[in-house]
T-cell receptor, first 112, second 114 residues
Framework: GNSVTQMEGPVTLSEEAFLTINCTYT??????LFWYVQYPGEGLQLLLK?????DKGSNKGFEATYRKETTSFHLEKGSVQVSDSAVYFC???????????FGQGTRLTINP | EPEVTQTPSHQVTQMGQEVILRCVPI?????FYWYRQILGQKVEFLVS????????KSEIFDDQFSVERPDGSNFTLKIRSTKLEDSAMYFC????????????FGDGTRLSIL
């Protein structure tokens, strides 16, 4: 079945550092890919999405490119801020499916 | 911006009791979902609901679980006889369609079974 694997956390960085959170997936057909973020005490918020190969999703300085050849959707940000501290979830929705399949989440802490 | 709202934020229940978790999806959305996250584990899909019936469910969603849209705004998840292992964060979500529109999540209900 479909699955998502994220890099193990937690990840701790200094402010203004470059961020990469790796995400790879296994799926048949052409899934849609998502990054969700969960700030402390809050629910899951959609951060960005990509629905077909080579699409780049972007929002709030974060970017991720749908790479079908490497089955990856890595999340990047050029300069992180303390306010980016949260748990980040990579997810996919299989072609024709309704459910989201989530990775295990990566906790990110940004120190001033 | 419209949002999905869930109540209560925290529910404490004795094992064996029934519990109902409530959700108000975004008003023009047509697809509704429940997910759960046991502490330290992945967010797992439970069920999706469209046109007043279950459209997909996972193995987790056994006979102890049911969903209902009792009126035009609420979407509920009922657990008939709770077990200790039902303790988790339960998330409701909704989407406008089932293709490219994303699912929007509520803040979750933390369910603690004693």
């Amino acid at each position: 079945g479909n699955s998502v694997t994220q890099m193990e956390g937690p990840v701790t960085l200094s402010e203004e550092a470059f961020l990469t959170i790796n995400c790879t997936y296994t799926a048949t057909g052409y899934p849609s890919l998502f990054w969700y973020v969960q700030y402390p005490g809050e629910g899951l918020q959609l951060l960005l999405k990509a629905t077909k190969a080579d699409d780049k999703g972007s929002n709030k300085g974060f970017e991720a490119t749908y790479r079908k050849e490497t089955t990856s959707f890595h999340l990047e940000k050029g300069s992180v801020q303390v306010s980016d501290s949260a748990v980040y979830f990579c997810a996919l929705k299989g072609q024709g499916a309704q459910k989201l399949v989530f990775g295990q989440g990566t906790r990110l802490t940004i120190n001033p | 911006e419209p949002e999905v709202t869930q109540t209560p934020s925290h529910q404490v229940t004795q094992m064996g009791q029934e519990v109902i978790l409530r959700c108000v999806p975004i008003s023009n959305h047509l697809y509704f979902y429940w997910y759960r996250q046991i502490l330290g584990q992945k967010v797992e899909f439970l069920v999706s609901f469209y046109n007043n019936e279950i459209s997909e469910k996972s193995e987790i969603f056994d006979d102890q679980f049911s969903v209902e849209r009792p009126d035009g705004s609420n979407f509920t998840l009922k657990i008939r006889s709770t077990k200790l292992e039902d303790s988790a964060m339960y998330f409701c979500a909704s989407s406008a369609d089932n293709s490219n529109q994303p699912q929007h999540f509520g803040d979750g209900t933390r369910l603690s079974i004693l």
